[in-house]
């Protein structure tokens, strides 16, 4: 039987004990229903994971005693950043689930000028923050013990200009469905890439061509148009086969 994963956001010593509280002691308690002496796997988000077996639940807390840790990484061998236009609500929550269970290493949110989402610093600092708690989710339901970055979100303009001042880093990907290439043409060997995606309205020509000045190849899909979520769901899952650990 498989055990029940926890993310918990602190330092972590086998024979020590830990302390959950607010939404990881009500996951633990009344999604997991765990009980005292009931066995779990702890991760930090810093490498490997470590046994833990529940002393007590009571009164909105779960203290759980730390076991041995164990050296066990689910990473893919390739940098993975998924440079995704930021979309509506359920969609840019189901793209960050799953571009974290297909082992993205970083996604990074792109405002652009067909983004429906227009974000001020505080409302970005609390989409980070449910952002980042979705990708915690995924890695305890995927089995991944290092939980991938979420940027801040940029414009499409500020993101391209910074690729565009640090120079080459791995393949750059532009998802364009009039791209005459295709995903699949991309060579081997390729460790590192960032595949940029429109929002639903997709990139304008201007953004495009920010996109390619900045070294963003483009490449297709297929002959059909997608929707963005299933764009990124199966642009990571053709590139994880290709050069992964799929």
């Not at 002393?55 to 730390?66: L, M, N, Y």
């Not at 393949?171 to 590192?192: I, Q, S």
């Not at 002959?223 to 290709?242: D, F, H």
Request: hydrophobic share 45%.
């Amino acid at each position: 039987m498989r055990l029940s994963r926890v993310y918990v956001d602190a330092a972590l010593e086998p024979g020590t004990r830990v302390t959950l509280a607010g939404s990881a002691a009500s996951h633990v308690s009344r999604v997991l229903r765990l009980r005292a002496g009931d066995a779990l796997t702890l991760f930090n988000g810093r490498g490997g994971e470590y046994a833990g077996s529940i002393d007590r639940s009571d009164a909105g807390e779960v203290t759980v005693a730390v076991g041995e840790q164990r050296a066990l990484e689910r990473e893919s061998p390739l940098a993975l950043t998924l440079a995704q236009g930021v979309s509506r609500g359920d969609r840019m929550d189901l793209v960050v689930q799953k571009a974290t269970e297909l082992g993205v290493s970083c996604i990074a949110p792109l405002l652009t000028e067909r983004s429906v989402v227009r974000l001020d610093p505080q409302q970005a600092a609390r989409k980070v923050a449910h952002w980042r708690g979705i990708a915690i989710a995924a890695c305890e339901q995927s089995g991944r013990n290092r939980v991938p970055e979420v940027a801040t979100p940029l414009a499409l303009r500020e993101f391209t200009g910074i690729a565009r001042a640090v120079g080459a880093a791995g393949a750059r990907l532009l998802l364009c469905p009039g791209a005459a290439l295709r995903l699949d043409d991309v060579a081997p060997p390729v460790t590192e890439v960032t595949v940029l995606i429109g929002p639903e309205g997709g990139l304008t020509d201007s953004e495009e061509e920010l996109a390619r000045t900045a070294g963003f190849t483009p490449v297709r899909l297929g002959p059909r148009v997608l929707r963005t979520e299933t764009a990124a769901i199966a642009a990571l899952a053709l590139l994880q086969r290709n050069f992964g650990d799929l």
